[in-house]
């Protein structure tokens, strides 16, 4: 069936916001290295979400630096002022937020068709993940935020694995093809529950750039993990 979580597989997606940013290009090959799928990149607005962040130039820095996807997270009012800057930087995939899209049809048509990336949507714990079902086969990535956004560091709500097994449902149901990411204090708990929920990608800053074995060692961990969580039980 469509939309089934272990088809697509386990991909972890570091989350620079909580880089080095004094080493970045370095931890970004290191992770690159340790078998990271894509690399994560938030940005804020200052009114989205209360605070700033990168901006395009991060992502034309990183392009040369790494082959992995960049995945550009729009936490902003106006997203449609930033796709184009951000695809010509490099971006591969850009998500926005439903919370701000009345009708995001045209924008990830825009995203899709006419800039030729991926394209995703991402809703806020305080949105029924039921209004991301209309649009499921419309996207590559349905993005779950398990914190409310702003800031890293946080912990997982844990309402939001009841809300992932609810979006896992409507995947099937719509027999839609996107994957189910899930961003907000994921760590080596937390995506152990996530993926028997049914997410697949995981984004995780804090656990990776900070872990004391280093940001290698935390990918490797935290795949794992996810692996045999949504290894069936017998």
Same mark, same amino acid.
């Given at each position: 069936?469509? &939309?089934?979580?272990?088809?697509?597989?386990?991909?972890?997606?570091?989350?620079?916001?909580?880089?080095?940013?004094?080493?970045?290009?370095?931890?970004?090959?290191?992770? @690159?290295?340790?078998?990271?799928?894509?690399?994560?990149?938030?940005? !804020?607005?200052?009114?989205?979400?209360?605070?700033?962040?990168?901006?395009?130039?991060?992502?034309?820095?990183?392009?040369?630096?790494?082959?992995?996807?960049?995945?550009?997270?729009? !936490?902003?009012?106006?997203?449609?002022?930033?796709?184009?800057?951000?695809?010509?930087?490099?971006?591969?995939?850009?998500?926005?937020?439903? @919370?701000?899209?009345?009708?995001?049809?045209?924008?990830?048509?825009?995203?899709?068709?006419?800039?030729?990336?991926?394209?995703?949507?991402?809703?806020?714990?305080?949105?029924?993940?039921?209004?991301?079902?209309?649009?499921?086969?419309?996207?590559?990535?349905?993005?779950?935020?398990?914190?409310?956004? %702003?800031?890293?560091?946080?912990?997982?709500?844990?309402?939001?694995?009841?809300?992932?097994? @609810?979006?896992?449902?409507?995947?099937?149901? @719509?027999?839609?093809?996107?994957?189910?990411?899930?961003? %907000?204090?994921?760590?080596?708990?937390?995506?152990?529950?996530?993926?028997?929920?049914?997410?697949?990608?995981?984004?995780?800053?804090?656990?990776?750039?900070?872990?004391?074995? &280093?940001?290698?060692?935390?990918?490797?961990?935290?795949?794992?993990?996810?692996?045999?969580?949504?290894?069936?039980?017998?």
């Amino acid at each position: 069936m469509s &939309g089934d979580q272990t088809k697509l597989g386990v991909k972890i997606a570091p989350s620079i916001l909580s880089a080095d940013f004094a080493r970045l290009g370095d931890q970004v090959r290191e992770v @690159e290295a340790a078998g990271a799928d894509r690399i994560h990149v938030d940005v !804020m607005d200052g009114h989205f979400v209360p605070n700033l962040s990168m901006g395009a130039v991060v992502v034309r820095s990183l392009r040369p630096v790494t082959r992995l996807p960049l995945e550009v997270h729009l !936490m902003v009012e106006e997203p449609g002022r930033f796709l184009d800057g951000f695809v010509a930087a490099g971006a591969d995939t850009l998500i926005v937020h439903l @919370e701000v899209l009345p009708d995001p049809r045209s924008m990830l048509e825009h995203i899709r068709r006419g800039l030729g990336k991926r394209c995703g949507l991402a809703i806020n714990p305080d949105m029924p993940v039921e209004r991301l079902r209309p649009y499921l086969r419309d996207i590559d990535v349905a993005l779950c935020m398990t914190v409310f956004p %702003g800031f890293g560091g946080q912990s997982y709500i844990p309402e939001s694995t009841r809300r992932i097994a @609810e979006l896992r449902r409507w995947i099937a149901a @719509e027999e839609a093809e996107c994957e189910l990411e899930v961003d %907000g204090g994921i760590d080596a708990q937390t995506i152990v529950e996530a993926a028997r929920a049914g997410a697949n990608v995981f984004v995780a800053g804090t656990a990776i750039f900070s872990d004391p074995q &280093g940001p290698a060692a935390a990918v490797q961990r935290l795949a794992e993990y996810a692996r045999q969580a949504m290894t069936p039980r017998k």
